[in-house]
């Protein structure tokens, strides 16, 4: 019996690494996907900056770290500040989906065991990325967020983060100006 399920397994073993081989296959026959011209525009935020930041619970300073991965499809961040007193540590993940033409953000902190989740456009011709998404709150309820981050040149840019409300109010939650670090 116990040579029975061995040889089961084994087969079991072979027909799998035999199916992800042909996925593996098809998958690269297709082509991976490569860096597009949104991604290219991503890549700008590569680098170390400093963040000034206003709240209604007062200003403080941070940093920010910005690295391309992925092969150009993503831009992971390390950010670094000090709110209320409290260290804040925070990650996100920025890309393009050229399927639904949409920039895609994810952002993960010290302050909740959720995602916050965005999706949005870029105007170019304002230099504006505006993002909509839906995450925890501060006091763990779900809420809805829209962020706009303005470009105004190669070294400075400012997220402005709102929370919108049930009924589409919006109520402006922070400020942040980066400035590249020289």
């Not at 035999?18 to 991976?32: N, R």
């Not at 930041?53 to 993503?74: H, M, Q, R």
């Not at 995602?115 to 501060?138: A, N, S, W």
Request: proline share 4%; net charge negative; hydrophobic share 35%.
């Amino acid at each position: 019996m116990n040579t029975q399920i061995l040889r089961s397994s084994g087969w079991t073993g072979v027909l799998m690494a035999g199916l992800i081989g042909v996925a593996c296959g098809a998958g690269v026959a297709q082509g991976l996907p490569t860096p597009g011209p949104e991604h290219e525009g991503l890549k700008r935020l590569e680098g170390e900056w400093v963040a000034t930041i206003k709240s209604p619970e007062g200003d403080s300073t941070g940093s920010a770290t910005y690295k391309v991965v992925c092969g150009g499809l993503w831009v992971a961040s390390d950010f670094h500040a000090e709110f209320g007193g409290q260290k804040f540590h925070g990650h996100g993940l920025d890309g393009y989906d050229p399927a639904k033409k949409k920039y895609l953000s994810v952002w993960v902190d010290s302050m909740s065991t959720q995602p916050l989740l965005f999706e949005g456009t870029m105007d170019k011709e304002k230099q504006l990325l505006t993002m909509r998404g839906e995450g925890p709150g501060p006091d763990g309820a779900r809420m809805k967020y829209r962020n706009e981050t303005r470009f105004k040149d190669a070294d400075h840019h400012t997220l402005v983060m709102y929370v919108v409300g049930d009924s589409g109010q919006e109520t402006q939650m922070m400020t942040i100006e980066y400035a590249r670090k020289k």
